[in-house]
């Protein structure tokens, strides 16, 4: 059973920085994709960023690119999302994704508040 739980989200101004964890139940990222996506009100869910456990490659969307930064800490088994720079257009809830084989896991999300 794959387990992911998300937490750090709240509500910030515009300019501040929030730092996401993901807690992932495995005790290993090889062979693993691990994401962030996120889903304004009404809005589709869209990609953020994904690091792949093997190899450290990591992969942003173009809104997100110089401002998040994606990250895990082996030891912790956490991967994190650190939020700089933040924008009233950043204002979602923040899921975190696993994926390994075809097989995808998502946690139940964080909600990022930014007020302008």
């Known amino acids: 059973q794959v387990q992911l739980v998300e937490s750090g989200g709240g509500l910030v101004q515009a300019g501040g920085s929030l730092r996401l964890s993901c807690e992932f139940s495995?005790?290993?990222?090889?062979?693993?994709?691990m994401a962030w996506f996120r889903q304004a009100p009404g809005r589709e869910r869209l990609f953020v960023a994904n690091?792949?456990?093997?190899?450290?490659?990591?992969n942003y969307a173009d809104s997100v690119k110089g401002r998040f930064t994606i990250s895990v800490d082996t030891a912790e088994n956490t991967v994190y999302l650190q939020m700089n720079n933040l924008k009233p257009e950043d204002t979602a809830v923040y899921y975190c994704?696993?994926?390994?084989?075809?097989?995808?896991?998502w946690g139940k999300g964080t909600l990022v508040t930014v007020s302008s």
């Open positions: 994704n696993a994926q390994s084989y075809g097989m995808s896991y």
């Open positions: 495995r005790r290993t990222f090889n062979n693993w994709v």
């Open positions: 690091l792949y456990g093997s190899s450290g490659a990591r």
